[in-house]
Nanobody, 122 residues
């Protein structure tokens, strides 16, 4: 069983930074590709970034490229999303997810956390 828990969200001003963490209680995450998504009310879940199980390869959405960085520490069974240069349009609930391969599509991920709110004030 994989239970994912996100942390690190909060309120930040435009231009600020946050680092989100995603940890697993139970089964190790070393086998899984990991992704970060975000969602705002009334909109579909949006892909942010994904990373391979080894951590050697990753990619991110154009909307966050150059500002957000995904990384993982398999020794700590954790995945991170470093967010710099935050903008009001980054305000959303952020979710981490685990799956068998890196993917843009939420349906390709088997396990999800409950989300952490990120609010960027202007």
């Amino acid at each position: 069983q994989v239970q994912l828990v996100e942390s690190g969200g909060g309120l930040v001003q435009t231009g600020g930074s946050l680092r989100l963490s995603c940890a697993s209680s139970g089964r190790t995450l070393n086998w899984s590709a990991m992704g970060w998504f975000r969602q705002t009310p009334g909109k579909e879940r949006e892909f942010i970034a994904a990373i391979s199980s080894s951590g050697f390869t990753s990619y991110s959405a154009d909307s966050v490229k150059g500002r957000f960085t995904i990384s993982r520490d398999n020794a700590k069974n954790a995945v991170y999303l470093q967010m710099n240069g935050l903008k009001p349009e980054d305000t959303a609930v952020y979710y981490c997810a685990a799956g068998s391969s890196r993917s843009y599509y939420p349906s390709d991920y088997n396990y999800w956390g409950q989300g952490t709110q990120v609010t960027v004030s202007s």
